[in-house]
């Protein structure tokens, strides 16, 4: 997703393509410099305000507006070998399998993602596919290209109808499957530690079932990198976790908003391996016990004490995880960022104008849905 802000995506974890090579965003982090909610500047660092800092690395937005990120930096291009492949429905069964065994033991430089989608009006798309139930596979090498041609090769011997993997721009490929703004979203993530055939035919069945043209459905193969932060050393846990799905409802109309969004709380129910990441309730504690685990819990309770015996307030939180936002790319939980803002306003906290309110993320309890504040009019 191209649309989707640093600063969102690294405070609720940050999940992406490179992350079985060099771990999730937030693991990548050196330090963050907040603007608290009475208008003071806090660096978090492993050195300065540790325990914010570990708070910070997937715990959400809600510690105060980061201003600026430093980041451990990896060499990754100019040109990866990336793209994206698409099967006709009727294939969808089978390349499926095919892709989860073969993404099971993949190498960590190889990030992939089975998606079912709908055929889009493109030209690189045959005419009799678009607008279709398709399962498409996008994948990223890290490395070198000739050597992301070859670990791709089982992939293009499935025969896609469209192949569009070769050498590419990194942020080309980050552009290939992004929503069009303005939509109405509910997204949802789930752990899975493995992934049998009854839980790949649940997945199918709701590629297919869903209401909208606009949605996706989503598996990863986890693993990599990942595994191996320690599993108290950041509030992402359940590390281990050998898959994840994404139910994405993306819809237009306030009138298919029950529709859409039982289609990806049915999905969710019916899957056979599902350990939820994401909640919808507005307890930051019920939220941090269900996606973290009671350590984890207990030690984020510990990191939002530590902040505010330090004087450093949080926001409060809350509200609807759907949302229809005017001129800002579409996403899961803009509203609830907003109500949050505006509930840090009503609180009588101010923000200084020097402090720059688009950087500022709320992420839902899930590792990946990166969830920028809607800039001010």
């Excluded at 099971?104 to 055929?119: H, I, K, N, R, Y």
């Excluded at 992939?155 to 080309?172: I, Q, T």
């Excluded at 056979?272 to 507005?282: G, H, I, K, N």
């Amino acid at each position: 997703m191209s649309t989707t802000g640093v600063a969102g995506l690294t405070l609720g974890g940050g999940s992406g393509w490179t992350e079985r090579a060099w771990g999730l965003s937030c693991d990548n982090l050196v330090s963050v410099d907040l603007v608290t909610a009475d208008g003071r500047d806090v660096t978090a660092s492993e050195d300065q305000n540790p325990a914010l800092f570990w708070a910070l690395h997937g715990g959400g937005g809600n510690f105060g507006v980061a201003t600026s990120f430093v980041f451990k930096l990896h060499e990754l291009g100019p040109l990866v070998t990336a793209g994206l492949m698409l099967w006709p429905g009727d294939a969808a069964a089978d390349v499926a399998r095919q892709f989860r065994d073969f993404a099971a033991s993949a190498p960590d430089e190889l990030g992939t993602a089975l998606v079912f989608l709908t055929g889009p009006p493109e030209e690189f798309v045959p005419a009799h596919l678009q607008g279709t139930t398709v399962l498409g596979i996008a994948g990223l090498w890290v490395g070198d290209v000739d050597d992301g041609a070859e670990a791709m090769q089982p992939l293009k011997d499935l025969a896609p109808e469209v192949d569009l993997v070769g050498p590419m721009p990194y942020a080309d490929f980050q552009c290939m499957i992004d929503d069009p703004p303005g939509m109405r979203n509910y997204w949802s993530a789930d752990y899975h530690d493995n992934f049998p055939d009854d839980a790949l035919d649940v997945f199918v069945k709701y590629g297919f079932s869903k209401p909208s043209p606009l949605s996706q459905q989503l598996l990863l193969p986890w693993g990599g990198a990942v595994t191996r932060v320690g599993e108290d050393a950041t509030p992402m846990t359940k590390r281990a976790t050998t898959w994840i799905t994404h139910p994405f409802a993306v819809w237009e109309g306030a009138a298919a908003d029950a529709e859409n969004i039982e289609w990806a709380k049915s999905f969710r129910r019916a899957s056979p391996t599902t350990r939820p990441v994401a909640c919808t309730s507005t307890s930051s504690a019920t939220r941090a016990r269900i996606a973290c685990g009671p350590p984890t819990a207990r030690r984020s309770t510990r990191g939002s004490l530590a902040s505010r015996a330090s004087g450093i307030p949080r926001t409060c939180s809350g509200g609807t995880r759907t949302s229809s936002p005017r001129d800002a790319p579409s996403c899961a939980g803009q509203e609830r960022t907003r109500q949050s803002f505006s509930c840090l306003l009503e609180s009588g906290w101010t923000v200084p104008e020097r402090a720059d309110i688009s950087t500022w993320g709320i992420a839902p309890r899930c590792r990946y849905l990166g969830l920028v504040v809607e800039r001010a009019a």
